[in-house]
């Protein structure tokens, strides 16, 4: 069964899959606005700073305008990991298409290509873009097969629950050793008459009844993580 | 509610994918989600046009405001095929009553404004809960999620708006030039005419955006009853239970079988009991089998544009094309022969790889001039005319923080060093006797030395020019002068004496 996700897979040459979550138009448009709303910023100190220098100071808010509005995203997106300061915040980040860290001429075209996303009005073209195309891209990122991503967070160690970490009696799939240890780390977030009809429905498995199974299951968890 | 028949992966995610998977969900399921919203909203809207017909703007304003029923039907939908059933728009028209029934007054009155709405329906539409265990549902729900369904709202309402005037934009973008319309003329216009393009317009983003805001805001919902109730974990756990209840069904009919083989046919084939043992005949059987089926028989159709193989065609053809115009064109597909494009379906990727052609061409002529100018400004690289002067090049005035201008070395070198040694300034001595030396090798024998060069690379300069006499006297002063200059080490006198004596003889001897 074709189960939607926002998932998107990379096989590398190794054999090795990776995995990425696209992100899409909504919380792209919130870093974006991040971003506007800093440079507006920057360009408005640089405005009261500089007006005062008559013609002169024009000239370098012009300049100092354009290089904001063209290079900001390249320069951070090239030597800050992909992410502008609102993608940062919002946790995205920019790549090529096989999953590499964004290279200047990518970066460049991307963005050098907003205009077209910018068009008809108030990027209305990218939005569209971003939400027909399989994996969110506006148009400039179409045309270098960037993608935005979510940085992958970094997982905590959950804190375990107290039990005697025990080896599951029966072979586990990849997938049941995952929900197995998921329901170990989960065991602060699951309310316990939950946890108790989750570990009802293994108790033909284990042939423990629903309280002693939960302490069970805890267990086969902690020692498939390792404890022992 | 079959949880092993869901439609969407379930794994925790956070709340932005969860708002990206309901746009997903609206996507692929947009054509039942459109007329399920668009359907109900046009014709109260075509009615209310009909009734204000001179102020549309009443319409758009009343059609707006009775979205919080609009998105219910969406929503309907989407919880049958979360979990794939399929529901068509007559069921769902028919269910609208009872839909847009539950909670009517407060969701268009005070909860009009709410801007977790999308967030917030599913509680009525599907769980229909009222009053105290609403809120205190909406309190379990809310935590983490309040904030990026709240931004959800904001984005909606302002993708709503840019459609509105961008697709007015668009219009004015087409119309000739002398035709004079100002975008802000129709927007403001009171005119009926003008009035109804511009209302008609915001009532189809109302509907474009409406499967997207609803899907969003159930996506946050469900990835909510992901996480509280680890649907995930259900899953995987009720599969697991079931294949191992099907092994153990599965191996107590296999010793049951083997039991009846064992007492019906003893002397026979005990092969036939278990169905693992196949006669090579029948394995060639079942490999060609599995050779033929669809997962060694993949066809993969690509569409895109490439440059045509020149090679290829005939050689009449290109009759009067000059060479050099075939030799570029070749160059260029050569060199886009070895691009690597990440996705070849996209026929943008030629217009991109032309750009960053050109990108890094520029960037390449950039980069070369700005070393040219560096190296030409540090005088690494010079014209050739200057190349001739270097010879003549004035020596330099200072080695190794000496003063070795001619001028500053006193007349009589060696009555001087001698006078300061006797008074027991040892380096000042030395110090005068070596930078006398070097002043006279630069001045006197016109060696090349340069601000770079060390006091051993001058020796070695002066004992390749092959004056023995000349490199002895060099090699005794420069140790010396090394030996007090850095280890603070008092030469012997004897030495220096020596050097005195010798300095006449040398500073006066042929080239």
Request: glycine residues 6%.
């Amino acid at each position: 069964m074709d189960q939607l996700d926002t998932a998107y897979l990379v096989e590398t040459p190794e054999g090795i899959d990776l995995q990425a979550q696209l992100a899409g138009p909504v919380v792209r448009a919130i870093a974006y606005s991040i971003d506007v709303l800093i440079r507006s910023v920057v360009m408005l100190v640089v405005w009261v700073v500089l007006i005062f220098a008559g013609n002169v100071g024009i000239g370098i808010i012009l300049l100092l305008s354009f290089l904001l509005e063209w290079f900001y995203p390249v320069l951070f997106e090239v030597y800050n990991n992909g992410q502008t300061i609102g993608k940062k915040y919002m946790g995205l980040t920019v790549v090529n298409g096989d999953l590499t860290p964004i290279n200047w001429g990518a970066s460049l075209t991307r963005n050098l290509l907003r205009f077209a996303d910018f068009l008809p009005f108030s990027y209305l073209g990218g939005l569209l873009s971003m939400t027909l195309t399989k994996k969110f891209q506006r148009l400039g990122d179409l045309a270098v097969g960037s993608l935005v991503i979510y940085k992958p967070e970094v997982r905590k160690q959950a804190v375990l629950p107290e039990c005697l970490p025990r080896p599951p009696s029966i072979p586990l799939t990849l997938e049941d050793q995952i929900a197995i240890i998921g329901f170990t780390e989960r065991h602060n977030d699951l309310s316990y008459d939950r946890q108790k009809e989750l570990a009802h429905i293994l108790s033909d498995v284990t042939e423990l009844d629903a309280e002693k199974n939960i302490q069970y299951l805890r267990g086969v968890g902690s020692w498939l993580l390792g404890v022992r | 509610m079959d949880l092993s028949r869901i439609n969407v992966k379930p794994r925790i995610r956070n709340a932005w994918e969860s708002i990206d998977l309901g746009f997903m969900m609206a996507k692929s399921w947009w054509w039942v989600l459109f007329a399920s919203w668009f359907i109900p909203a046009a014709i109260v809207y075509t009615i209310l046009t009909i009734i204000f017909y001179d102020d549309n703007w009443l319409a758009v304003v009343i059609t707006w405001w009775l979205k919080p029923l609009f998105d219910r039907a969406p929503l309907f939908i989407a919880s049958r095929k979360l979990f794939s059933e399929d529901v068509t728009i007559r069921e769902t028209l028919k269910a609208l009553p009872r839909l847009y029934k539950t909670d009517i007054f407060p969701w268009l009155l005070w909860r009009r404004f709410s801007l977790t709405r999308s967030f917030d329906m599913p509680i009525t539409v599907l769980e229909t809960l009222k009053g105290k265990q609403r809120t205190r549902r909406m309190m379990t729900l809310h935590q983490n999620t309040s904030g990026p369904a709240t931004w959800l709202t904001i984005v909606c309402v302002n993708l709503e708006m840019v459609i509105w005037l961008g697709v007015l934009g668009f219009f004015m973008l087409l119309l000739p030039e002398e035709i004079d319309i100002n975008l802000m003329d129709v927007i403001i216009d009171e005119g009926m005419i003008a009035q109804l393009i511009s209302g008609s317009i915001q009532f189809f983003a109302m509907a474009l955006i409406a499967p997207f805001y609803t899907m969003a805001g159930f996506a946050l919902y469900i990835n909510r009853r992901i996480r509280l109730e680890a649907w995930d974990l259900e899953i995987r756990f009720r599969h697991l239970a079931d294949t191992q209840i099907r092994k153990m069904i599965a191996s107590s009919s296999v010793v049951l079988l083997l039991v009846s083989v064992v007492f019906l046919v003893i002397p026979q084939n005990t092969y036939a009991g278990s169905n693992e043992s196949l006669t090579p005949e029948q394995s060639q059987v079942l490999i060609k089998e599995v050779l033929e089926g669809d997962d060694f028989h993949k066809k993969i159709t690509e569409k895109g544009w490439r440059l045509k193989n020149i090679s290829e065609k005939e050689e009449e053809e290109l009759e009067g094309i000059p060479d050099w115009l075939i030799s570029l064109i070749k160059f260029i597909e050569s060199i886009f022969g070895d691009m690597e494009f990440d996705d070849k379906d996209e026929s943008s990727n030629n217009l991109a790889a032309i750009l960053e052609l050109l990108l890094w061409l520029l960037a390449a002529v950039v980069v070369i001039y700005i070393i040219y100018w560096v190296l030409k400004f540090y005088g690494v690289i010079v014209p050739r005319k200057k190349a001739a002067i270097d010879d003549l090049a004035p020596p330099p005035e200072i080695l190794f923080g000496l003063d070795v201008r001619k001028d500053s070395i006193p007349d009589d070198v060696a009555g001087e060093v001698m006078n300061l040694w006797s008074k027991g300034r040892h380096r000042e001595a030395v110090g005068l006797l070596y930078r006398s030396t070097l002043s006279l090798l630069i001045h006197h024998f016109s060696f090349k030395f340069y601000d770079g060069h060390t006091e051993q690379e001058c020796a070695g300069i002066v004992k390749q020019s092959g004056n023995l006499d000349l490199s002895n006297y060099v090699g005794l002063i420069t140790r010396n002068w090394q030996k007090i200059a850095y280890a603070h080490q008092v030469p012997v006198e004897s030495d220096i004496q020596l050097l005195c004596d010798k300095w006449k003889e040398v500073s006066v001897s042929e080239k």
